[in-house]
T-cell receptor, first 117, second 116 residues
Framework: EAGVAQSPRYKIIEKRQSVAFWCNPISGHATLYWYQQILGQGPKLLIQFQNNGVVDDSQLPKDRFSAERLKGVDSTLKIQPAKLEDSAVYLC???????????????FGPGTRLTVL | AQKVTQAQTEISVVEKEDVTLDCVYETRDTTYYLFWYKQPPSGELVFLIRRNSFDEQNEISGRYSWNFQKSTSSFNFTITASQVVDSAVYFCALSEDQGYGQNFVFGPGTRLSVLP
């Protein structure tokens, strides 16, 4: 079974530029998550989708970050415009919906390492 | 508010030593789940174990074992006879039921270095 796919793996941009990341979850996984992992810290949840609907985006900086999951499969995360503090690894994860979401173990992709200069 | 604490930032051991990684959590919920993930140098987080708040039985999987103690809000992870391949950052995570989804919080991680 294929895992969570992400692209690109690395991205270097100048501040104020825009960037987009793509994620393809494990087939059949209804729930998709985007995390930001700053160097030396644990991942921080940015947004959670169930199918193509947003379940939780309370920690997404909506003035510059946006995400969508059209057709309930692939997802894109965009940053516009980027700031220096956005330098981090952006992780995508997916989970099979169990009877109760609290039980979901998440499976992670390899991440996209973003460097903002 | 929920919180996950991993007080050990970095641990170094020599191969074949046993090592325990500590995890302490805070939650007001009675139903919650705890997880451990491994992040090797390649960067991809690997799921290791899930535990629910009603099951305090210790679990062993090969060289890995987990000790869940609700009385002290701890979920510690022990690697027996450590190997160089165990070198990674290990994260403890807490999942609470938000009703409409899953509130998933990671601890800051413990970097384990196993020296040959």
């Amino acid at each position: 079974e294929a895992g969570v796919a992400q692209s690109p793996r690395y991205k270097i941009i100048e501040k104020r530029q825009s960037v987009a990341f793509w994620c393809n979850p494990i087939s059949g996984h209804a729930t998709l998550y985007w995390y930001q992992q700053i160097l030396g810290q644990g991942p921080k949840l940015l947004i959670q989708f169930q199918n193509n609907g947003v379940v939780d985006d309370s920690q997404l900086p909506k003035d510059r970050f946006s995400a969508e999951r059209l057709k309930g499969v692939d997802s894109t995360l965009k940053i516009q415009p980027a700031k220096l503090e956005d330098s981090a690894v952006y992780l995508c994860a997916s989970s099979l919906d169990r009877l109760r979401p609290v039980q979901n173990e998440q499976f992670f992709g390899p991440g996209t390492r973003l460097t903002v200069l | 508010a929920q919180k996950v604490t991993q007080a050990q930032t970095e641990i170094s051991v020599v191969e074949k030593e046993d090592v325990t990684l500590d995890c302490v959590y805070e939650t007001r919920d009675t139903t919650y789940y705890l997880f451990w993930y491994k992040q090797p140098p390649s960067g991809e987080l690997v799921f290791l174990i899930r535990r629910n708040s009603f099951d305090e039985q210790n679990e062993i999987s090969g060289r890995y074992s987990w000790n869940f103690q609700k009385s002290t809000s701890s979920f510690n992870f022990t690697i027996t006879a450590s190997q160089v391949v165990d070198s990674a950052v290990y994260f403890c995570a807490l999942s609470e039921d938000q009703g409409y989804g899953q509130n998933f919080v990671f601890g800051p991680g413990t970097r384990l270095s196993v020296l040959p």
